[in-house]
């Protein structure tokens, strides 16, 4: 069939060529018909000539565009069942996330409201050991304030009395002295 | 007081109570006693270096000169020999206390703020007596310091009537805060 084509079509060139001529060499008024009929046949050779030389390239490209964009399209299907699984796994994960989340806040609290128990007891205790400290060292204070001032007291009247002593006493407070002593040592 | 001068001692003891003359031979040896303080003599007594005539030298001039009775005067010679007349102190207190014994009395001081008169001091011996069954021979000192009342030392044992010991234990009961009731 083909060989039957090419034939036709190595016959009519020349034809068409030779009414071209022919109507170049001798116008007349119409239709040019052999000028058509030329054109048609140059046409008809050029897309015969397109047909042989460029289908099977554009077939082979048509097929490997489709190809790639079967291939593409496998490949964002299988990206996009990847992301429905993680994203299925990642909502799991957030689901038990906030379950764990509200245990952890829970258990946060708890752990807060023992370390402030913890802490005020603490603080009670302190501040109840800092007021017995004050308290015992005021007394201390207190206490030897009045010791020094007893000691203080005592000195100064023993002074006084060992000063006033000689002048004081008597002859009659000498006698009764040893009289008293005297009793003393009898008893 | 050494072990020496008390058996030199009870020597002496021995022989003047067989005597008879305890009495003379304790006021002799209390005359050797205050001699033998003297920081001259003393040294003399005891100097290492005199010579056994030397030493019986001293010891005769001693006993010249304090007009020793024979006892005495041959207990100091014989010292002399036995190198022992630095013990002269310790023997004569020794002997002193056994004479106390033997004679059921004892030494006391009586010390007073002011002088004591006869009566008040014969009134504190005789309290002493009473109460230890034993006669006191007494001593008497003044001491002003006392401010008032007496302080009696019997061998040791003080028994404190001061008006200077009484104020202190007023101010110690003051200062410690307690009842002065």
Not at chain 2, 59 to 74: E, F, H, S, V
Not at chain 2, 138 to 166: F, H, K, M, N, W
Request: charged letters at 25%; glycine letters at 4%; hydrophobic letters at 45%.
């Amino acid at each position: 069939m083909r060989r039957v084509a090419a034939a036709a079509l190595a016959l009519l060139l020349p034809l068409a060529a030779v009414a071209q001529e022919i109507e170049e060499t001798h116008p007349h008024p119409g239709i040019p018909w052999g000028k058509l009929a030329f054109t048609a046949i140059n046409f008809s050779v050029f897309a015969f000539i397109l047909y042989r030389g460029a289908a099977a390239w554009v077939r082979n490209s048509l097929r490997e565009r489709r190809d790639a964009v079967q291939k593409a399209l496998e490949q964002a299907e299988r990206v996009r069942r990847d992301a429905e699984l993680l994203r299925a796994q990642w909502q799991q994960r957030m689901d038990k996330l906030a379950g764990e989340l509200a245990a952890m806040l829970r258990q946060a609290r708890q752990d807060i409201e023992v370390e402030r128990d913890q802490i005020l007891a603490a603080a009670r205790r302190t501040a109840e050991a800092i007021q017995r400290d004050a308290e015992r060292t005021a007394e201390n204070e207190l206490r030897q304030a009045r010791e020094r001032l007893r000691a203080e007291l005592a000195e100064h009247a023993m002074h006084l009395a060992e000063r006033l002593a000689p002048r004081q006493l008597t002859a009659a407070d000498q006698g009764r002295f040893v009289d008293e002593f005297i009793s003393q040592v009898r008893r | 007081m050494s072990s020496v001068a008390r058996r030199y001692a009870k020597a002496l003891f021995a022989v003047a109570d067989e005597q008879g003359t305890l009495e003379q031979t304790a006021a002799e040896l209390q005359l050797l006693r205050a001699l033998s303080g003297d920081a001259q003599i003393a040294a003399a007594l005891t100097n290492p270096l005199l010579s056994a005539t030397s030493r019986n030298g001293l010891a005769r001039t001693i006993a010249d000169n304090l007009k020793l009775r024979p006892t005495t005067r041959n207990f100091l010679l014989l010292l002399g020999d036995h190198r022992r007349l630095d013990q002269l102190g310790g023997i004569a207190e020794h002997f002193e206390r056994i004479l106390d014994e033997r004679l059921n009395r004892v030494r006391a001081t009586i010390t007073a703020a002011v002088a004591l008169s006869d009566a008040q001091r014969q009134a504190v011996i005789s309290a002493f007596e009473q109460k230890l069954g034993r006669s006191v021979l007494a001593e008497t000192r003044v001491d002003p310091q006392l401010l008032g009342g007496v302080v009696v030392d019997v061998a040791g044992t003080i028994y404190d009537g001061s008006v200077r010991t009484q104020l202190h234990a007023l101010a110690n009961r003051i200062a410690g805060g307690r009842s002065l009731s």
